[in-house]
């Protein structure tokens, strides 16, 4: 679908695809304010109810859609898309995230876009030390039993590929942290723990104690310093992966001091076990694979970003972990179909869904 004019008709013209989810909706508000970006060409399967400044919104299904024609003429293509659920079903979610992937590579190509800007991951390297940072030649086979890691992995091989079929594109590969902001709490909620957790939970000072698993320690950043990062990326002469979170690491006494309760100790294979429970029993959508991911991701270096994109986050990891949880409980989000607040027919309508067999 060819996007309706609604741009400044100067600067540059830069597509995001998947503009509607958390990092999307940043990004379309941060290239927005620039005054070098002319025009921004959102895509997204459900066009939204949200106005954005100097965005024209194309409606496309990257697996099927024609984005050559959406892709024609901009200068920069940035690819967000990526479908979490439902991990029951892993040939969906490979067929949007891993083909749907490779067919925006190839369209940016065809269209002759100068520069593609893609989001891979932390969740694109393999298991690595928690104690000291790598940076971005640590190698990224993801962990083979997660779909979210195994694809964030495949897409890093075809860009491989797809860099040294087309050295005249400039390609850069953004791997940020777990990203958060209040207003995709929803989302995450369900995504990531489903319709059962009661928002009490998540107020400081409710829960008596917190697991403290071997391994846990995970970066993360604000979502709004995610995109400021892809703007970057966007507007410099930079090339190849950047590692993109901030400080802290998050371990289980600064997720603990966030909720004021006390840390436990807990060997990982219980909550393992519980958790795959759940997820068999569709409690949950979250599978016990993306636990195990966690638990063996390397903590990144981020001095290439800072160097060489420019970039400094203006939030802390526990800043944003704080808004998220004030998302929460506020039970925010956007007037966007992936960051609603809440679906039609609230939790129900999410317990319908088969949690974690249908998107």
Avoid: C
Avoid at 33 to 49: E, H, M, Q, S
Avoid at 134 to 155: F, N, Q
């Amino acid at each position: 679908m060819t996007p309706a004019r609604g741009g400044t008709g100067s600067g540059l013209r830069v597509v995001v695809v998947g503009a509607t989810g958390n990092v999307g909706t940043s990004l379309v508000e941060t290239l927005g304010r620039d005054p070098a970006i002319g025009t921004i060409v959102g895509v997204a399967r459900r066009p939204p109810r949200w106005p954005a400044p100097k965005t024209e919104w194309a409606e496309a299904d990257i697996v099927a859609a024609d984005l050559v024609e959406i892709f024609d003429g901009a200068d920069v293509v940035v690819h967000l898309a990526w479908l979490f659920q439902p991990t029951h079903r892993p040939l969906t979610t490979w067929r949007v995230n891993a083909v749907g992937g490779r067919r925006v590579f190839a369209a940016a190509a065809r269209a002759g876009v100068p520069a593609l800007v893609h989001a891979s991951s932390i969740g694109a390297y393999s298991p690595g030390p928690k104690d000291r940072p790598v940076d971005e030649s640590w190698p990224t086979d993801g962990w083979p039993t997660a779909g979210y890691t195994r694809e964030k992995a495949y897409l890093e091989r075809a860009l491989d590929a797809f860099e040294q079929q087309h050295p005249e594109m400039r390609v850069v590969r953004l791997r940020p942290g777990f990203t958060f902001k209040r207003e995709a709490a929803s989302q995450q909620r369900r995504l990531f723990t489903g319709p059962l957790l009661p928002g009490r939970l998540v107020r400081p000072g409710i829960v008596p104690v917190l697991p403290d698993l071997p391994g846990l320690r995970f970066q993360a950043l604000h979502t709004a310093d995610a995109a400021e990062a892809y703007r970057l990326a966007v507007l410099r002469d930079v090339r190849g992966a950047f590692n993109v979170a901030a400080e802290p690491v998050v371990d289980g006494r600064l997720l603990a001091d966030i909720l004021r309760t006390r840390p436990v100790r807990l060997p990982a294979g219980p909550v393992r076990a519980a958790l795959a429970l759940a997820w068999h029993l569709h409690l949950v959508p979250a599978s016990p694979h993306l636990l195990d991911a966690v638990l063996r991701l390397p903590v990144m270096d981020t001095t290439r970003a800072r160097t060489e994109l420019g970039w400094t986050p203006r939030h802390s990891a526990r800043e944003a972990i704080e808004e998220f949880l004030h998302g929460l409980r506020s039970t925010s989000g956007m007037p966007t179909a992936p960051l609603t607040p809440r679906l039609s027919g609230g939790r129900l309508a999410e317990a319908g869904t088969g949690i974690g067999q249908r998107p």
